[in-house]
């Protein structure tokens, strides 16, 4: 279950980092600034979490779209892409975590809404709704970026733009507007994922954090810019970080996922799931 | 359809050094024409200053469609496609980790190009029926010869008015490249076609072209207005057929 959200987080830094090539470690500070976003509305208009998130993707899309003209002025179009990108998206991480921390204090905030604290007996199995409801968002959401990218000109295009560039514009298409949108896209995906986050746990300004080496860890394993590898590798960690929390203790589920990856890498060097 | 590629003393070079020197030449619609020249002479020079992949600092390169002139200098490399001038790229310039069917989808990337996308699929499925039974296979894993006809045919996806195609007999074992001449003159023919092709290999090149200009040192050297008119010139036997240099 917990694979879903991950999943949903990993999808963006898919897009970014698997198919463009750009190391955007703030991506979960964009998605714990979805998250807050989330939080606002629900604390004062009693918005549904999950629908403001959708609703708020066009918004992100944009301010990724920025992102990505910023990026591209400053570095990519000088071949300054690898530490200095680096460092701008560094800042960048900090600049929304440092924003939200004047906006809304460090204090864990959560949302309500009818599903939370519901739960549905399978059996023996109790599910809670709060993991089920986002597990079901991250798939559909999943499941769309995979069609997106397969069966429209401009999803090839984006799977096509680290390839060769220069092949690129020889089919018509301007690599940098391809990878604008694309970038705007990821960031949208992150305010989704981090309305489903706010679902499952209190956020706090910093919560990004905890995530970025377990996302990272999802692309790589995944293949490196494959959807189905990409949910398939976020499920098998939800999965391997889940049972170690229960068996032994929940101290000790970072360190076996990451013990899995370097297992994983070494039997499967191009992920789970080959392209 | 009438369309043709005018170029008008093009002077054009990389920093200092000078590679095209006053290059004129012009490609009448439904003309197959051949640009001659071994390597360092500026064949893939001119094509990139067609394409807007290198700016000429003189000259003018114009293209005549249904009446209209469209000056293409100073244009990028995706607005001069989308006027309808497609090239096959030396090195083929494939997308290795996409599917074959993915590759040439991309080809039909050109907002004109799709509308008439499932037409053009069919066509290059009937001219390369290879490229139908490895639709789904990464275009990476091909051989030479079916990389450069999965080119030729992301090429024919853009719907071009004047295909350009760059040296595609570069990495391909030589009978392959007589087999590779032959295919794009029977695709002219059947489709209708206006061509230019950069090519170093004299004899097969002069199989299927209509005339052609041999290109020395950054200039034309010659102009041929027939096959046979290429075999016969002095400067042609000095430079391919093994005459006195």
Redesign the interface.
């Known amino acids: 279950m917990l694979g879903g959200f991950y999943a949903s987080v990993a999808l963006g830094l898919t897009l970014v980092f698997g198919l463009l090539n750009i190391v955007n470690i703030a991506h979960p500070a964009f998605v714990v600034l979805g998250s807050f976003l989330v939080y606002a509305a629900n604390a004062q208009w009693g918005v549904d979490p999950i629908a403001m998130g959708v609703i708020l993707t066009p918004l992100f899309f944009l301010l990724g779209m920025a992102t990505y003209s910023v990026y591209h002025a400053s570095f990519e179009k000088r071949d300054n892409e690898s530490l200095r990108g680096l460092a701008f998206f560094f800042g960048l991480m900090f600049i929304i975590e440092v924003g939200l921390i004047l906006q809304y204090g460090v204090d864990y905030r959560l949302v309500n809404a009818p599903y939370i604290g519901k739960v549905i007996n399978l059996g023996s199995v109790t599910l809670p709704l709060r993991m089920l409801v986002p597990f079901c968002v991250a798939l559909v959401m999943a499941l769309g970026i995979f069609l997106f990218l397969s069966r429209t000109?401009l999803g090839?295009?984006i799977?096509?733009v680290a390839?060769?560039q220069?092949?690129?514009?020889?089919?018509?298409?301007?690599p940098v507007r391809i990878k604008r949108i694309a970038f705007g896209i990821a960031i949208a995906t992150a305010c989704v994922a981090g309305a489903l986050l706010i679902v499952i746990n209190p956020v706090e300004p910093a919560a990004g954090r905890v995530y970025i080496g377990r996302i990272f860890a999802i692309v790589v394993l995944g293949g490196m810019g494959s959807v189905r590898g990409t949910v398939a590798a976020a499920i098998v960690l939800g999965i391997v970080e889940s049972v170690t929390s229960t068996i032994y203790s929940p101290s000790w589920a970072p360190a076996v996922a990451f013990g899995f990856l370097l297992f994983a890498l070494a039997v499967r060097p191009a992920g789970l799931l080959r392209? | 359809m009438a369309n043709s590629l005018h170029i008008e003393n093009v002077v054009a070079g990389y920093g200092a050094a000078r590679v095209l020197d006053g290059v004129s030449i012009s490609v009448s619609a439904g003309e197959t024409v051949g640009l001659l020249g071994t390597n360092g002479n500026g064949k893939s020079t001119l094509i990139k200053c067609i394409m807007g992949m290198v700016q000429p600092t003189a000259g003018t390169i114009r293209v005549e469609d249904d009446g209209r002139s469209v000056d293409l200098v100073g244009q990028t490399p995706e607005q001069v496609v989308e006027s309808g001038i497609v090239l096959v790229p030396e090195g083929r310039r494939l997308f290795p980790d996409l599917t074959v069917g993915e590759n040439m989808m991309l080809g039909a990337y050109r907002r004109t190009a799709r509308a008439d996308v499932e037409r053009n699929r069919a066509l290059c499925f009937d001219a390369f029926p290879v490229l139908k039974e490895r639709q789904n296979q990464l275009a990476g894993s091909m051989s030479g010869g079916e990389q450069q006809m999965l080119a030729i045919a992301r090429a024919l996806m853009s719907s071009p008015k004047i295909l350009i195609v760059d040296e595609p007999s570069v990495g391909l074992a030589p009978i392959l490249v007589g087999r590779m001449m032959t295919k794009i003159k029977e695709l002219k023919d059947q489709y209708g076609l206006t061509v230019l092709m950069a090519e170093q290999n004299f004899h097969q090149a002069s199989r299927i072209v209509d005339r052609a200009y041999v290109i020395v040192g950054g200039r034309i050297a010659f102009e041929g207005k027939s096959a046979e008119e290429l075999r016969n010139n002095e400067l042609v036997k000095q430079y391919y057929l093994g005459g006195e240099a």
């Open positions: 000109y090839r295009a799977r096509a390839q060769d220069l092949a690129l514009q020889l089919v018509a298409a301007d392209r």
